[in-house]
C-alpha cells in the first residue's frame, strides 16, 4: 500500500482530492454562516427603498398578483408598528424607444399617490425633466392619472411611459387595495359616533354638521355636508345635476379629507376623477386657506368647468359658514 502511494500520480490525486474536500467543506461552512447575513442584507435594502417612497411603513408584506400586467414585477403592502396598513408599494417597469425606466410608487387605500421616485432610469433626453414629471403626480389620485402642476416639455415620449406604468399601477392597485368599507374609520379610528349639532343652521349649500367622537367619547373633529345644484356639459349637451360632498375637519379644523360620494355625483362620470384629484389639494388646510387654491386654479377648469365652478361654490359657502 505504501508503495501504491509513492507512485507520482496517485500521490498528486490524493492530495488534491484531500485539498478539495477540505475547501468544499470550508466554503460550506463560510456559506452557511454568510447566506443568511446577504440574504438579510438585501431584504434590508430592499426594505429602505420602500421607505424611501413610504417612510410610515416599518416593514413589508409581498402581494401575489394574479393576471397582473407584465409591466408591474411587484406589489407589496407596507405595515406600521401596529401592523396597520398604511399604503402599498408598486415596482413597475417599461421601455420605449429612449432606452428603460422603473418606478416605486406608495399609494394609500383611497389611491392617494403617497411617494412616487425612479429606480433606475435609463432615458437619452432629459432624465431630470422626467424625474420632475413624475414627481408632480405625489399627492394625487392614482385614478385621475392627472399631473399637480406644468409638465416639463420635450419628454414626449418617456412621459408617455411614465403614464402608461402609472396606468398599470392604477389597475393593480383598483384590486388588491384593502379599502375600508366605512372611510371614516381611517380616519377617526374604530368605534367612532356621530352626533348631529343640534345648534346648525342649514344654508342653501351647506345642509348638515356632525360632530365626530373617538372610541374614548373625545372630540375628535367635525363632518359637514354640502349639497348644491348646477350646470354642466353632458354627452347630450348642457345639462343640470346636483354634487354632495362630505368635508371632514380635524380637532384643529384642518381639512383632513373631502369625500364627493360617486352615488351621489350627479355630472358627469368621466370627470369625476380630475374632481377628485382638485379636492384632492384642500387636504391639510384650514378653511381660511381655501380661497387661495381657488384662485390659484381659476384658469384649470377645462373639461369640467360646470362641475368645478359648483364645486368652489359649495367651498366658498362652507368658509363663510365655518368663519362666519
Not at 40 to 46: G, M, R, S, V
Not at 64 to 87: F, H, M, R, Y
Not at 96 to 115: E, R, W, Y
Not at 132 to 159: E, K, R, W
Request: hydrophobic share 40%; net charge negative.
Amino acid at each position: 500500500m505504501k508503495e501504491f502511494f509513492k507512485k507520482p500520480l496517485v500521490h498528486y490525486t490524493t492530495v488534491l482530492t484531500i485539498v478539495a474536500i477540505i475547501c468544499g467543506l470550508l466554503i460550506g461552512g463560510v456559506n452557511a454562516i454568510t447566506a443568511p447575513v446577504i440574504k438579510q442584507n438585501e431584504i434590508d435594502a430592499q426594505n429602505k427603498s420602500y421607505q424611501e417612497v413610504l417612510p410610515a411603513g416599518e416593514t413589508f408584506e409581498v402581494i401575489e398578483l394574479d393576471n397582473a400586467p407584465s409591466s408591474i414585477t411587484t406589489a407589496v403592502k407596507g405595515l406600521d408598528s401596529s401592523n396597520q396598513v398604511v399604503g402599498y408599494i408598486y415596482i413597475a417597469s417599461g421601455t420605449n424607444k429612449h432606452g428603460s425606466m422603473t418606478i416605486a410608487i406608495s399609494i394609500d387605500a383611497q389611491g392617494k399617490v403617497l411617494g412616487a421616485q425612479f429606480v433606475s432610469i435609463q432615458q437619452t433626453l432629459n432624465v431630470e425633466g422626467t424625474r420632475f414629471n413624475l414627481s408632480l403626480f405625489v399627492g394625487t389620485q392614482i385614478s385621475a392619472l392627472a399631473p399637480d402642476g406644468d409638465l416639463v416639455s420635450g419628454v414626449t415620449n418617456s412621459f408617455n411611459t411614465v403614464r402608461a406604468l402609472l396606468t398599470d399601477v392604477a389597475t393593480v392597485h383598483a384590486e388588491v387595495a384593502d379599502v375600508p368599507s366605512d372611510p371614516l374609520v381611517t380616519f377617526f379610528g374604530e368605534d367612532y359616533s356621530l352626533e348631529v349639532d343640534s345648534t346648525f343652521v342649514p344654508t342653501d349649500y351647506v345642509i348638515n354638521k356632525q360632530n365626530v367622537k373617538d372610541s374614548s367619547g373625545v372630540e375628535a373633529g367635525t363632518i359637514y355636508e354640502l349639497e348644491g345644484t348646477g350646470e354642466y356639459i353632458g354627452y347630450d349637451g348642457v345639462s343640470s345635476g346636483s354634487i354632495t360632498m362630505h368635508i371632514l375637519l380635524d380637532e384643529n379644523a384642518e381639512i383632513i379629507s373631502i369625500l364627493m360620494p360617486e352615488s351621489l355625483y350627479g355630472h358627469t362620470g368621466s370627470f369625476k376623477a380630475r374632481n377628485d384629484a382638485y379636492l384632492n389639494e384642500f387636504i391639510g388646510l384650514t378653511i381660511s386657506e381655501i380661497q387661495a387654491v381657488i384662485d390659484a386654479n381659476v384658469d384649470l377648469k377645462t373639461g369640467a368647468t360646470g362641475s368645478r365652478t359648483l364645486i368652489d361654490e359649495l367651498l366658498v359657502a362652507l368658509k363663510e359658514v365655518v368663519l362666519g
